[in-house]
Every structure is written in structure tokens, then in C-alpha cells.
């Protein structure tokens, strides 16, 4: 009897140890599916939601993106891991059956994403992960279906048929209502102006409606007052926001420029955009120097930002140059010269009509002529040394030799004949990345820069210790051994 017991209660508990060998899992066992598979398997869907297909402005801000349903009444709830529309990360919460985001959040996603603030329908591809919140306290991540709709931002102000003009840090200019600097209208939304800044630090201005300009009436004009939404921001292109504006609430603010120079501004009213760019061109001495040759471009004026421009060498005197816009290069017509044929002030107006040759001061010395194409003037000033260092070569190392020094891949530079201490070469550059001018193949003494500058084809910098870094491609290189002072053109 006892025997038979014992085997009784043996067979009992390997039955049990049977039912814990892992053959067998709770179907609500959260630990018994992935992501991928948990939606299907509590028996949750998602689905567009009422509001998928928006167009704002939206009644009350919060838009119902997502709908998740089940037929499982195990599932007490969900709490949103992660949202994303079009590729990007959002904020979003869930509210009932519904993941839903914040309609302005929306709205500056879909603007960043296409460029534009147009009032275009814009598709919308959603995809979200929520946590499955169980009634026994257990809880399982979820994927969900990818689901689908579309945005379309708030109608934009309509194109002003009065034009816009600016206000701000502008030379002749300023925030002054007498002195508005009307842009020019490109047609199809399109409006440009070209403004040269005031300060060296931060210029500050702001775009206006033509059809609320009031000479005398700030209060007027303030109706028609457009910007961006930080103060100061200089970021191009950039948003445009104006007066009212539904999405960014804070107030127009004034867009900021850094640093003098001269910039092209571009106000797209059809995208609210708005594009800041600078216009400096290229400037060469047709002259001594060269020849007076119509095609040798060896002897660039060096770039000094603001459409300044400085060129430093020993003058021969004595007619010794006028002054050509690369565009107009050959062009004697628009040549830049003095009224006077020959003059010699330290200091002068230039013109570009019936324009004469004009000379250094005085022959044989060291000078720095310093153009200034915002003002059209000029000035010269005499170098304190007029012996200035003297090297046999001047070469051009970087990234795209791999900084070798020993195997001639150097770009060797050639001094300009007449223009001492001048250097210029042509070559081609394989390999973006940063680049140095040195002299005499040796690091005795090299030079760099501190930042660089690319405008349009021409890179420029003030003179320093640290890497030019400009892109692959074939480039007129031009460096000054007495200012450091150096451009980098690209050849088209």
C-alpha cells in the first residue's frame, strides 16, 4: 500500500514539472511577443485618425493623427515610446483611442521638411510604437501599421501689389521711414534687394508691406511689419514670419545680418521664405603690373569683406593701373578709374565712365591701395617697411597631397613679376579639406586663416594659423607673403 502511494505521488510530480518545461506559454504572456507581432496578438490595430487630413488653421490645436483599436478586453490602455512623420521624430501623447501631437508642432515640422510655409497639401507618412498596458498590470511594446494623411499649412498673406521694402542697419538706409529701401520685384512671388551693412557686429532689419508704407506713421507701417522669430537670428535661408502670424505667436523680430558687407537678400512670398547672401565680386588691376593685358587676371585685388578690397605691393608709378569687375574683365568701357589721367592723392573718388589711369604716390614703394566699391574710393597707404621679407618660393600643402612634403606634390606658386611679393597658381585640388600656403617648402613660415568666407566662386579669409578648407575642384590661387592676405577662385 505504502508503495503504491509513493508511485502515486511520483507520477504526480513529474506531471507538474511536465507542465513547467517551456512547451507550453500563456498566450498573454507579454514576454511571448516582439514589437513586430504584439498588435495582431491583443488583438490592436491603429488606423488614421479623424484628423489625419488636416488643413489649418485647427479648431482647437491638438490633432488626432493616429486611432488604436482592440477586440481584447484584456488591454486597459496605451502609452505612447515614439511618434514619427515622414522619417522625423515628434511629440505626441495618447488620449483615448487616439495618438494626437500639438497642431503647431506639426505645422513647423511639415514647414522644416519642405522649405516652404506654402499653403500646399503636404503628404504625411506616420509611424508609432506604444506600450500595451494590460489589466493585470503587465505591459508589451507594440509597432504599429504604418498610417497615412496629409497637412496643409495656413493660408499665407497674399503677394502685397505695392511692393515691400526694408528698414534697418543698412547704409543709407538706417529705420528710418523717409529712407525705405524698396526691393525689387522678380515677378512670380519673387523680391530681391541688395544691401550693404552698417556694423561690424550684429545689422538688424526688418521687411515691410508697400501697401501700409506711411512716411510719418509708424503705427501704419507696423501693420504691414514682417521678420523672422528669434531677434538677431542670421540663419539663411530662413521662415518668414509677419504680423498675426497663427504659428509663431512670439512677435515679428527682426532678422540679423553679421558683420559689414554688402549681401543680396531674396524674399520669396510664396514659400514665406527668405535667403541672405553676399555679393562681393571680383575685382583685378589692369595696369603695370600686368601689362595692360585684357586677359592676364594674375594681380586680383585680395578681399577684405564689406566689398572692400586691398591689393599691397611695390607700385612702379606712373599710370599705374584702373581696375576691372571680373564680369567686365576686357571691357575698357567700365573700367574703373581716376577723373584725373595719372592721379597720384593719397585719397580719391573712383568712376567707371571715361575713366583714367591713376598712380601710387610715389614710385619704387612699397604701398597698400585699399578700394572701397560700396563708396566707389580709394585711399593709399605707405607700408613702415619698405624691405619686406623675401622668399624663394611659396607653395600650397593640404589634405589633397595628404600633407606629404617629400614627394613634390606641393603646389608651387609663381611670384608676379612686377608686383613683388604677389603669388598666384592654377592647379586643381582632388580631395576636399583644409589646405595651407607656406614658403620656401618649409614650416618656418606658412599661412591660413581664422575663418573662411565663400562668396559665390571666391573664398577669402583673414590671414591666421588655421586650415582654408574649401571643396574639390581647379582653383586660381592668390596669396600676398607681406599681409598673408589670400583668395581662392574657383575655375568654371
Known sequence: MKKTLLYSLAAMAAFGLAGCNGDYDDWASPQAYGPEEAAAAYGVTFSNGPEATTVMPDGDGIIQLVEIKTSNSGVAGYTLKSL????????????????????????????????????????????????????????????????????????TPTIDSKGYYLLGNFVNVGWNLSTPLWMEDNGDGIFTAKVTTANAGTNYFQFFEGSHYDNANWDEVNLGQMGCAENGDATSPNFLIYRGDPIYTGGVQSVGIEGQGTFNITLDM??????????????????????????????????????????????QGAWDLKIWEGKDFGNWGVAFGTAVDGATDEAGSLINSNAQSFAAPSKNEYWTLTVDMNSQSYSWKKLDNQSPTTYTAVSIIGEFNGWKTDNNSEIDMTVCPKAPHNWYARAKIDKSGGLKFRANHAWTTSWGSTKNYAVGDVYYGPAGTEDITVPAGTYDFYLNDITGQWNIVAVN
Open 84 to 155: 514619427s512623420v515622414n522619417g522625423e521624430s515628434i511629440e505626441g501623447t495618447v488620449s483615448g483611442s487616439y495618438i494626437t501631437v500639438n497642431a503647431t508642432t506639426l505645422a513647423k515640422l511639415i514647414e522644416k521638411q519642405n522649405g516652404s510655409r506654402a499653403a500646399i497639401a503636404r503628404p504625411l507618412e506616420v509611424k508609432s510604437t506604444v506600450s500595451i498596458n494590460l489589466g493585470n498590470g503587465d505591459a508589451v511594446t507594440a509597432e504599429g501599421a504604418t498610417t497615412t494623411g496629409s497637412f496643409t499649412p495656413a493660408a
Open 270 to 315: 510664396k514659400n514665406l521664405t527668405y535667403t541672405i547672401t553676399r555679393a562681393e565680386s571680383k575685382y583685378y588691376i589692369v595696369g603695370n603690373l600686368q601689362g595692360w593685358s585684357q586677359t592676364d587676371m594674375s594681380c586680383m585685388f585680395y578681399a577684405q569683406g564689406g566689398n572692400i578690397y586691398s591689393y599691397t605691393t611695390q607700385w
